[in-house]
């Protein structure tokens, strides 16, 4: 089967954005990319959950479980008992600034790539689009936006599509 040149042109783009954005974003947490995943997540809520955790990220309870064994040795977020055999996860001071890194790091990364388009701004209702479209795929707002700086989508009064396309399934 032949991809259409437009198709293999976004392959090609998303998948470089996408090895670039999220090695500098681990790099500048110095854990794992679903290590980094986690502390942003936590960043935006905290008290999760270990399972919920785990929904946000893509990963099973147990292998949650071991990646937040990892990022507690470290000393980036602590767990706390709640009821029954709840637990709810915070990021330290130490989390909360490798948090910041990471979303600093993927930033960087995707500001340059934007910078060798000649009219950005042209991209924004098309990615719109598009990632509305993606999330009847994915089906979780929280997985498509597990590095995202949530804050920034919604500066200046704008909504989310990704939080729009959740609110209507």
Same mark, same amino acid.
């Given at each position: 089967?032949?991809?259409? $040149?437009? @198709?293999?042109?976004?392959? &090609?783009?998303?998948?470089? %954005?996408?090895?670039?954005?999220? /090695? =500098? #974003?681990?790099? !500048?947490t110095?854990?794992?990319?679903?290590?980094?995943?986690?502390?942003?997540?936590?960043?935006?809520?905290?008290?999760?959950?270990?399972?919920?955790?785990?929904?946000?990220?893509?990963?099973?309870?147990?292998?949650?479980?071991?990646?937040?064994?990892?990022?507690?040795?470290?000393?980036?977020?602590? $767990?706390? @008992?709640?009821?029954?055999? &709840?637990?709810?996860?915070? %990021?330290?001071?130490?989390?909360? /600034? =490798? #948090?910041?890194? !990471?979303?600093?790091?993927?930033?960087?990364?995707?500001?340059?790539?934007?910078?060798?388009?000649?009219?950005?701004?042209?991209?924004?209702?098309?990615?719109?689009?598009?990632?509305?479209?993606?999330?009847?795929?994915?089906?979780?707002?929280d997985?498509?936006?597990?590095?995202?700086?949530?804050?920034?989508?919604? @500066?200046?009064?704008?909504?989310?599509?990704?939080?729009?396309?959740?609110?209507?399934?």
């Amino acid at each position: 089967m032949h991809e259409s $040149r437009l @198709a293999n042109l976004l392959g &090609a783009a998303v998948l470089t %954005l996408s090895d670039r954005m999220t /090695a =500098a #974003a681990a790099a !500048a947490t110095g854990v794992s990319l679903s290590g980094t995943a986690a502390l942003v997540v936590l960043a935006g809520f905290p008290g999760l959950g270990g399972t919920e955790l785990g929904r946000h990220l893509g990963l099973s309870q147990p292998a949650c479980a071991r990646m937040l064994d990892q990022l507690e040795a470290r000393g980036l977020v602590k $767990r706390q @008992a709640r009821r029954g055999r &709840a637990v709810a996860v915070d %990021l330290t001071t130490a989390g909360q /600034a =490798a #948090a910041g890194r !990471a979303l600093e790091a993927r930033e960087a990364v995707l500001a340059d790539a934007l910078r060798a388009v000649p009219d950005a701004a042209a991209l924004e209702p098309l990615l719109e689009s598009l990632l509305r479209g993606l999330h009847a795929e994915v089906g979780s707002g929280d997985l498509m936006c597990r590095l995202c700086d949530r804050p920034g989508c919604v @500066a200046q009064q704008r909504s989310c599509p990704v939080g729009e396309a959740e609110r209507r399934s």
